[in-house]
């Protein structure tokens, strides 16, 4: 999946370094939205191990996880996911990123999330995607706004993040071809 600056794939071993340095560059601006993680997860061997679950993970039709890559230079600059996905007759996924902060602010998310989110609707042809935002990363509620997500209200106490349980803002956008 390609946009105008970056473009959506799905991981693979090669990554592996890559994906290491992302998430051990980011360790304490990533844990201020997620959980924390032992120091264990910052090692290329458990990179790869994700990444296999990654592939097996996609085949099984429950979680699609993709890098997000600079079309200049093939950068790996975040991650982008659709996990919980649930079919059925409810048909839908969570949606779920993290941008490498040396990249905030240059619409990288936004257009990755209208990437992934074009993914869904067309190629797994899922009905809805949400996504849970703490309400006070005004940024990320932005992204999704801008991308065609809109509020539906306050999950609370829904997440816990290092230690404490927080609220989250959900958002959500339905495929316009089911409207």
């Known amino acids: ?82 996990f919980q996905v649930i079919r059925g007759s409810l048909q839908n996924a969570v949606v779920g990123y993290f941008l490498d902060q040396a990249h905030n602010g240059r619409g990288y998310t936004t257009e990755a999330v209208k990437l992934l989110t074009a993914y869904a609707f067309k190629e797994l042809k899922l009905h809805r995607l949400e996504a849970g935002v703490m309400p006070r990363n005004i940024g990320s509620i932005r992204v999704l706004e801008k991308a065609g997500f809109h509020k539906e209200g306050i999950a609370k106490k829904n997440v816990k993040i290092n230690g404490k349980w927080e609220d989250h803002q959900v958002l959500a956008i339905i495929n316009p071809a089911d409207t």
Do not use: H
């Open 1 to 82: 999946m390609r946009g105008q600056s970056i473009y959506l794939r799905p991981f693979e071993e090669r990554d592996a370094k890559a994906l290491t340095e992302l998430q051990t560059r980011n360790r304490k601006f990533f844990e201020m939205f997620s959980m924390l993680r032992e120091d264990s997860f910052y090692t290329e061997k458990a990179q790869i191990e994700r990444i296999k679950q990654f592939k097996q993970d996609r085949e099984l039709d429950l979680t699609y996880q993709f890098g997000v890559f600079k079309n200049e230079n093939d950068e790996l600059v975040g991650t982008m996911n659709l």
